[in-house]
């Protein structure tokens, strides 16, 4: 089941920001090639979209990489 069908979509279950529901959608997409591809990539939208400001210290760790 879980293989086969789409992941409920967040507002389905609660209110939402769509540009938060686009980026969870992006993490659990199906399909690895669909999913951030990196942490840093993953932080890098959350704060692009203001809905997570990253922390200075993942900052830093990111930027060590």
């Known amino acids: 089941k879980q293989r086969n069908e789409q992941p409920i979509r967040p507002s389905q ?24 591809q990196t942490g840093a990539d993953f932080v890098h939208v959350l704060s692009e979209v203001e809905l997570l400001p990253p922390p200075k210290s993942l900052t830093i760790a990111l930027r060590s990489v």
């Open 13 to 36: 279950l609660a209110p939402v920001p769509e540009q938060l529901e686009a980026v969870i959608l992006k993490a659990i997409a199906k399909n690895p090639d669909e999913r951030f």
